[in-house]
C-alpha cells in the first residue's frame, strides 16, 4: 500500500489510482492514511487515500479539534509564564489581555509590568504613582499582597466594600446570613459561594463572557480560571461554556486559525497561508474541517460567500455576487429560468436533466445554454461556451454598446445561473439515480458495489458545475486576450466532458447495454474529473503567477 | 427564600429606614419585582425642587444582571429620552455591579442629572440644545422641572402663561424668533418643529440664515 503513495506523486497516474482506489473499496479502506485525513469521508464508503502532494489549487490546512487549540493554548501560556516567573492562570489572562500576541505582551511587560497587570485584571492599581522599583517578574503576586497590607483596604471609590469580615459575616449581595462559604479574588472583596457561583454562571451563560470582573462595582480584577472552577463547583456544562468561550477568544485572535462555521461544530482549521489578506490574491483558501459530517463541513477560509468558490478568489467572487444582486433580481428570474423554443417560441422552464433539449411542442432539439441546434454540439466544433462578440461590428452605436454589455453581462450570468440551478436540482438527480441503480440491480446481476459508479458520476458532475459555474464569473472580469482564451479552451472542455456525462446519466436503461453503459460511464467520469483538476490546477497556478489580468479593478490587484 | 426576593425586600426596608437619603422606593403593584423609585432634584440644578419617578423592574437574574429603569416624569437632559424616559447610564449596563443597590442606582440617577454627559447623549436634540446654549437649556430644563415634576418656584406663573408660550418653552426657543416665522405665514406649530430641528438656539442662531429656516418651512 504505501507504494502507492509514492506512486502517486505524480499528478496525472495519481488521478487513475485515484478511480481504481474507488472501486475496490475494502482493500483501501483499511489503507494506513494519515491521522490528519483519517476523519475525512469521502461519500458514505469510500476511503480515498490521502493525497500526497498537495494540487496547486489546494491549500495546505489543518483541521484541529478543541482539545488541539487548547493544548496551543496551553504551550502559549507555559511560554510566558516561564519568561515571567508567573503561575499559570496570571499568564494565561495576561495573554488573554493581550489577545495571545505574545511579541507585544513581553514588550509591553517588560516595559512596564504593574500598568499591564492592572490592564489586565490581575492586580488592583496601586495608589502611590508607580514606583519603578515594584516593576518585575514576580510583581503581580508580591504587589497584590503588598498592595494589600500597604493600606490599600480602603475603597477607592465611594462604592459600599464590604468592610473587613466581621465575626458573622453577611455577604452583602444576597444578605443571606446562612451562609458560610466565602470567596474573594486578590482585591479581598468577599461574596459568598452561592452569589459568586450565580454572577459567574449568569456571565458565561446569558453574556458569553470570559473575562469576569470581580462583583464589587468599579473593581477591574478578572476572576482566573481556577476561581472560575470553584465557584462552579459541580457544574460541568458551565466550565466546558467557559473552555469553549476560551478557545472562541484564542481563535479569534489569531488570524491563523479560523471556527469552522458550521452550527455547534467545534472544529477549527489552521491554514497560515491565507492568513494576510494580500494572500487572497493568490489563493483559495478552500478548507474542510475534521468533522464526520455528511455533507463534510466546507467552507471558505478568506471569505464568507459560499463554501468552495473555486478557482475564483474571493475578491472576484464577492464583486461577481455583488454585481448579480444588483444587476438582475426579477428581470433576470425570467431571463435564467425561462426561455423560449427557438423556433415555435412556446416558454420553456428546465426543471432538471442535461442540456439537450427538445421542445415538447414542435420537437425542436436545442441546446440549454446557447439555445443552438444541438446537432452542433455532437461535434467536434463545440463552442457555446465562448462569447460571441459579433456585437462589436456595430459596436459605433452606443445604445447597441450599452445593449452588448448587458447581453454580455446576461451571457455569463445564464450560464452561471444555469450551474447553480442544476446544483439546488441536485436532491433530485441523486434521488432519481438511485433508483435508476436499483433498477440496475434488478435487471443485470450487477451488485450494489458495481453499480455505485452512477453514484460517483452525480458526484463528480456536481462537483465539475460547481466548478464551471465559478469560471464565468472570472470569465466576465478576464481581460481580453490569449490568456483568457486558454482559460475559456478549458472551461469548454470541461463544459463538454461534463455534458456527456450528465446526459448519459439521463439516458434509459437498457439490461443487455448496462455493462457498456458502465464502461463508458466509468470512463467519462475519469475524464471529467481530470478535466476539472486541468481547469482548477490551471487557474491557481495562474494566480500564483499572476498571469490573469482583469477588466475591471479588483482589491488587492494594482 | 427566593434569593432574589430576600435582598429586594432587604432593599426595599433598607430604604424606609434611612431617611437622610430622601429616596423612596414604593410598590406599584402586589409583586416586588415592579417598583417605583422616586427622588427629588438635585440643588442647584434646573432639576432643583423638582420630583422624579423612576419605574423600576428587577429582571430575573437580580442582582447579577442589572436592574431596568426608566424615567416616568418627562426630563429634559441629554442623557434620558426626552420621549420615553430611557435613561444612558452606563451602571445601568456593562459596569454594572451586583453589590450596587436599588437606593445606590437611585442615587446614581441623582447625580446624573447634577453632571450631564453630553458627549454619551440618550436624547441627540437635547443635547444639541446643551451644548450650544447651557444658559437656554438650563431654562427649559427648568420649565420641564416645573411643568412635569412639580417643581416649585414660580408654579403660579406659568399657570397664567398662555398655552402657545408652553410650547415655544418646552423647545426651549425664544419666543421673539417663533413670532418673526409665525408672521411670514407659517403654521406656529410647524415653526417651532424646524427650529427646533435645526436647533435655533442661544449662539447658534447666527450660524443659521433666515433664508434656510424659510427654505425648511417651505419644504
Given at each position: 500500500?504505501?507504494?502507492d503513495?509514492?506512486?502517486?506523486?505524480?499528478?496525472?497516474?495519481?488521478?487513475y489510482d485515484?478511480?481504481e482506489?474507488?472501486?475496490?473499496?475494502?482493500?483501501?479502506?483499511?489503507a494506513?492514511?494519515?491521522?490528519?485525513?483519517?476523519?475525512?469521508?469521502?461519500?458514505?464508503?469510500?476511503?480515498?487515500?490521502?493525497?500526497?502532494?498537495?494540487?496547486?489549487?489546494e491549500?495546505?490546512?489543518?483541521?484541529?479539534?478543541?482539545s488541539?487549540?487548547?493544548?496551543?493554548?496551553?504551550?502559549?501560556?507555559?511560554?510566558?509564564s516561564?519568561?515571567?516567573?508567573?503561575?499559570?492562570?496570571?499568564?494565561?489572562?495576561?495573554?488573554?489581555?493581550?489577545?495571545?500576541?505574545?511579541?507585544?505582551?513581553?514588550?509591553?511587560?517588560?516595559?512596564?509590568?504593574?500598568?499591564?497587570?492592572?490592564?489586565a485584571?490581575?492586580?488592583?492599581?496601586?495608589?502611590?504613582?508607580?514606583?519603578?522599583?515594584?516593576?518585575?517578574?514576580?510583581?503581580s503576586?508580591?504587589?497584590?499582597?503588598?498592595?494589600?497590607s500597604?493600606?490599600?483596604?480602603?475603597?477607592?471609590?465611594?462604592?459600599?466594600?464590604?468592610?473587613?469580615?466581621?465575626?458573622?459575616?453577611?455577604?452583602?449581595?444576597?444578605?443571606?446570613?446562612?451562609q458560610?462559604?466565602?470567596?474573594?479574588l486578590a482585591?479581598?472583596?468577599?461574596?459568598?459561594?452561592?452569589?459568586?457561583?450565580?454572577y459567574?454562571?449568569?456571565?458565561?451563560?446569558?453574556?458569553?463572557?470570559?473575562a469576569?470582573?470581580?462583583?464589587?462595582?468599579g473593581?477591574?480584577?478578572?476572576?482566573?480560571?481556577?476561581?472560575?472552577?470553584t465557584?462552579?463547583?459541580?457544574d460541568?456544562p458551565?466550565?466546558?461554556?467557559f473552555?469553549?468561550?476560551?478557545?472562541?477568544?484564542?481563535?479569534?485572535?489569531?488570524?491563523?486559525?479560523?471556527y469552522?462555521?458550521?452550527?455547534?461544530?467545534?472544529?477549527?482549521?489552521?491554514?497560515?497561508?491565507?492568513?494576510?489578506?494580500s494572500?487572497l490574491?493568490t489563493?483559495?483558501?478552500?478548507?474542510?474541517?475534521?468533522?464526520?459530517?455528511?455533507?463534510?463541513?466546507?467552507?471558505c477560509?478568506?471569505?464568507?460567500?459560499e463554501?468552495?468558490?473555486?478557482?475564483?478568489?474571493?475578491?472576484?467572487?464577492?464583486?461577481?455576487?455583488?454585481?448579480?444582486?444588483?444587476?438582475?433580481e426579477?428581470?433576470?428570474?425570467?431571463?435564467s429560468?425561462?426561455?423560449?423554443?427557438?423556433?415555435c417560441?412556446?416558454?420553456?422552464e428546465?426543471?432538471?436533466?442535461c442540456?439537450?433539449?427538445?421542445?415538447?411542442?414542435?420537437?425542436?432539439?436545442f441546446?440549454?445554454?446557447?439555445?443552438?441546434?444541438?446537432?452542433e454540439?455532437?461535434?467536434?466544433?463545440?463552442?457555446?461556451?465562448?462569447y460571441?462578440?459579433?456585437?462589436?461590428?456595430?459596436a459605433?452605436?452606443?445604445?447597441?454598446?450599452?445593449?452588448?454589455?448587458?447581453?454580455?453581462?446576461?451571457?455569463?450570468?445564464?450560464?452561471w445561473?444555469?450551474?447553480e440551478?442544476?446544483?439546488?436540482?441536485?436532491?433530485?438527480?441523486y434521488?432519481?439515480?438511485?433508483?435508476?441503480?436499483?433498477?440496475m440491480?434488478?435487471?443485470?446481476?450487477?451488485?450494489?458495489?458495481?453499480?455505485?459508479?452512477?453514484?460517483?458520476?452525480?458526484?463528480?458532475?456536481?462537483?465539475?458545475?460547481?466548478?464551471?459555474?465559478w469560471?464565468?464569473?472570472?470569465?466576465?472580469?478576464?481581460e481580453?486576450?490569449?490568456?483568457?482564451?486558454l482559460?475559456?479552451?478549458?472551461?469548454r472542455d470541461?463544459?463538454k466532458?461534463?455534458?456527456?456525462?450528465?446526459?448519459?446519466?439521463?439516458?434509459?436503461?437498457?439490461?443487455e447495454?448496462?455493462?457498456?453503459?458502465?464502461?463508458?460511464?466509468?470512463?467519462?467520469?475519469?475524464?471529467?474529473?481530470?478535466?476539472?483538476?486541468?481547469?482548477?490546477?490551471?487557474?491557481?497556478?495562474?494566480?500564483?503567477?499572476?498571469?490573469?489580468?482583469?477588466?475591471?479593478?479588483?482589491e488587492?490587484?494594482d | 427564600?427566593?434569593?432574589?426576593?430576600?435582598?429586594?425586600?432587604?432593599?426595599?426596608?433598607d430604604?424606609?429606614?434611612?431617611?437622610?437619603s430622601?429616596?423612596?422606593?414604593?410598590?406599584?403593584?402586589?409583586?416586588?419585582?415592579?417598583?417605583?423609585?422616586?427622588?427629588?432634584g438635585p440643588?442647584?440644578?434646573?432639576y432643583?425642587?423638582?420630583?422624579?419617578?423612576?419605574?423600576?423592574?428587577i429582571?430575573?437574574?437580580?442582582?447579577?444582571?442589572?436592574?431596568?429603569?426608566?424615567?416616568?416624569?418627562?426630563?429634559?437632559h441629554?442623557?434620558?429620552?426626552?420621549?420615553s424616559?430611557?435613561?444612558?447610564?452606563?451602571?445601568?449596563?456593562?459596569a454594572?455591579?451586583?453589590?450596587?443597590?436599588?437606593?445606590?442606582t437611585?442615587?446614581?440617577?441623582?447625580?446624573?442629572?447634577?453632571?450631564?454627559?453630553?458627549?454619551?447623549?440618550?436624547?441627540?436634540e437635547?443635547?444639541?440644545?446643551?451644548?450650544?446654549?447651557?444658559?437656554s437649556?438650563?431654562?427649559?430644563?427648568?420649565?420641564w422641572?416645573?411643568?412635569?415634576?412639580?417643581?416649585?418656584?414660580?408654579?403660579?406663573?406659568?399657570?397664567?402663561?398662555?398655552?402657545?408660550?408652553?410650547?415655544?418653552?418646552?423647545?426651549?426657543?425664544?419666543k421673539?424668533?417663533v413670532?418673526?416665522?409665525?408672521?411670514?405665514?407659517?403654521?406656529?406649530?410647524?415653526?417651532?418643529?424646524?427650529?427646533?430641528?435645526l436647533?435655533?438656539?442661544?449662539a447658534?442662531?447666527?450660524?443659521?440664515?433666515?433664508?434656510?429656516?424659510?427654505?425648511?418651512?417651505?419644504?
Amino acid at each position: 500500500m504505501s507504494s502507492d503513495y509514492e506512486y502517486s506523486d505524480e499528478d496525472g497516474d495519481y488521478y487513475y489510482d485515484e478511480d481504481e482506489d474507488m472501486m475496490s473499496t475494502q482493500e483501501d479502506g483499511s489503507a494506513p492514511s494519515d491521522d490528519e485525513m483519517d476523519m475525512d469521508a469521502f461519500g458514505d464508503d469510500f476511503k480515498v487515500p490521502q493525497r500526497a502532494a498537495r494540487k496547486a489549487y489546494e491549500i495546505e490546512h489543518e483541521s484541529l479539534p478543541q482539545s488541539a487549540v487548547e493544548k496551543l493554548m496551553t504551550s502559549d501560556v507555559d511560554h510566558i509564564s516561564g519568561i515571567f516567573g508567573a503561575d499559570a492562570s496570571t499568564a494565561a489572562l495576561l495573554l488573554r489581555h493581550m489577545n495571545w500576541n505574545k511579541e507585544r505582551l513581553i514588550e509591553k511587560y517588560m516595559d512596564n509590568a504593574s500598568v499591564v497587570s492592572v490592564a489586565a485584571g490581575i492586580s488592583r492599581p496601586s495608589r502611590t504613582s508607580l514606583s519603578p522599583s515594584a516593576a518585575g517578574p514576580e510583581r503581580s503576586q508580591s504587589t497584590s499582597s503588598s498592595a494589600r497590607s500597604g493600606g490599600l483596604r480602603r475603597p477607592t471609590r465611594q462604592t459600599p466594600v464590604p468592610t473587613p469580615k466581621p465575626a458573622p459575616f453577611v455577604c452583602p449581595i444576597c444578605f443571606d446570613d446562612s451562609q458560610t462559604a466565602f470567596s474573594s479574588l486578590a482585591c479581598e472583596h468577599t461574596f459568598c459561594a452561592g452569589c459568586w457561583n450565580a454572577y459567574i454562571t449568569s456571565k458565561i451563560r446569558e453574556e458569553g463572557e470570559h473575562a469576569i470582573r470581580c462583583m464589587a462595582e468599579g473593581c477591574a480584577l478578572i476572576a482566573p480560571d481556577l476561581f472560575v472552577r470553584t465557584a462552579l463547583a459541580e457544574d460541568t456544562p458551565t466550565w466546558e461554556r467557559f473552555n469553549e468561550l476560551l478557545v472562541r477568544h484564542f481563535v479569534a485572535s489569531n488570524p491563523n486559525l479560523k471556527y469552522c462555521p458550521y452550527p455547534s461544530c467545534t472544529y477549527t482549521v489552521s491554514c497560515p497561508s491565507a492568513a494576510l489578506k494580500s494572500s487572497l490574491t493568490t489563493v483559495v483558501p478552500s478548507v474542510m474541517c475534521g468533522a464526520t459530517a455528511s455533507p463534510p463541513h466546507k467552507f471558505c477560509f478568506g471569505c464568507p460567500i459560499e463554501s468552495d468558490h473555486r478557482p475564483v478568489i474571493c475578491g472576484v467572487a464577492k464583486m461577481w455576487l455583488k454585481k448579480c444582486r444588483d444587476d438582475s433580481e426579477t428581470a433576470n428570474w425570467i431571463k435564467s429560468n425561462t426561455k423560449e423554443c427557438a423556433k415555435c417560441q412556446s416558454t420553456i422552464e428546465k426543471n432538471g436533466g442535461c442540456n439537450h433539449m427538445t421542445c415538447k411542442k414542435c420537437k425542436y432539439e436545442f441546446c440549454w445554454v446557447c439555445m443552438g441546434p444541438w446537432s452542433e454540439h455532437g461535434t467536434a466544433w463545440y463552442s457555446c461556451n465562448r462569447y460571441d462578440e459579433k456585437a462589436g461590428i456595430d459596436a459605433r452605436d452606443a445604445q447597441s454598446k450599452s445593449r452588448a454589455s448587458l447581453e454580455r453581462y446576461l451571457h455569463y450570468y445564464n450560464r452561471w445561473a444555469n450551474h447553480e440551478q442544476s446544483a439546488k436540482l441536485s436532491v433530485e438527480l441523486y434521488t432519481k439515480t438511485e433508483k435508476k441503480m436499483e433498477e440496475m440491480q434488478i435487471t443485470s446481476d450487477l451488485t450494489w458495489i458495481e453499480v455505485q459508479f452512477m453514484k460517483k458520476a452525480v458526484d463528480e458532475v456536481e462537483k465539475c458545475r460547481m466548478t464551471l459555474k465559478w469560471t464565468y464569473a472570472m470569465a466576465y472580469y478576464l481581460e481580453k486576450g490569449n490568456e483568457k482564451e486558454l482559460f475559456e479552451d478549458n472551461q469548454r472542455d470541461l463544459e463538454k466532458a461534463v455534458e456527456d456525462l450528465s446526459e448519459l446519466l439521463e439516458s434509459p436503461i437498457d439490461a443487455e447495454a448496462i455493462s457498456t453503459l458502465r464502461q463508458k460511464v466509468t470512463d467519462k467520469t475519469v475524464y471529467v474529473s481530470k478535466r476539472n483538476e486541468i481547469m482548477l490546477d490551471d487557474t491557481a497556478k495562474g494566480f500564483l503567477e499572476g498571469r490573469w489580468s482583469w477588466n475591471v479593478s479588483v482589491e488587492g490587484f494594482d | 427564600m427566593d434569593a432574589r426576593l430576600r435582598r429586594v425586600n432587604k432593599e426595599i426596608a433598607d430604604c424606609k429606614n434611612d431617611k437622610s437619603s430622601n429616596i423612596k422606593i414604593d410598590l406599584v403593584d402586589s409583586s416586588p419585582f415592579h417598583l417605583k423609585g422616586s427622588f427629588p432634584g438635585p440643588q442647584d440644578t434646573p432639576y432643583e425642587g423638582g420630583h422624579f419617578e423612576v419605574d423600576i423592574v428587577i429582571p430575573e437574574a437580580y442582582p447579577f444582571q442589572p436592574v431596568k429603569m426608566k424615567f416616568i416624569t418627562k426630563v429634559y437632559h441629554p442623557n434620558v429620552s426626552s420621549a420615553s424616559g430611557a435613561i444612558c447610564l452606563d451602571i445601568l449596563k456593562d459596569a454594572w455591579s451586583p453589590v450596587l443597590t436599588l437606593k445606590s442606582t437611585l442615587i446614581s440617577l441623582q447625580s446624573l442629572l447634577c453632571s450631564p454627559e453630553p458627549n454619551d447623549p440618550q436624547d441627540a436634540e437635547v443635547a444639541k440644545h446643551y451644548t450650544t446654549s447651557k444658559r437656554s437649556f438650563d431654562e427649559t430644563a427648568r420649565y420641564w422641572t416645573q411643568i412635569y415634576a412639580g417643581g416649585s418656584g414660580s408654579r403660579s406663573k406659568v399657570e397664567t402663561k398662555e398655552p402657545s408660550k408652553d410650547e415655544v418653552a418646552i423647545a426651549g426657543l425664544e419666543k421673539a424668533h417663533v413670532d418673526q416665522f409665525e408672521a411670514l405665514g407659517f403654521e406656529r406649530s410647524k415653526v417651532i418643529d424646524v427650529l427646533r430641528r435645526l436647533n435655533y438656539r442661544g449662539a447658534n442662531v447666527a450660524n443659521i440664515s433666515e433664508d434656510r429656516i424659510v427654505e425648511e418651512l417651505l419644504k
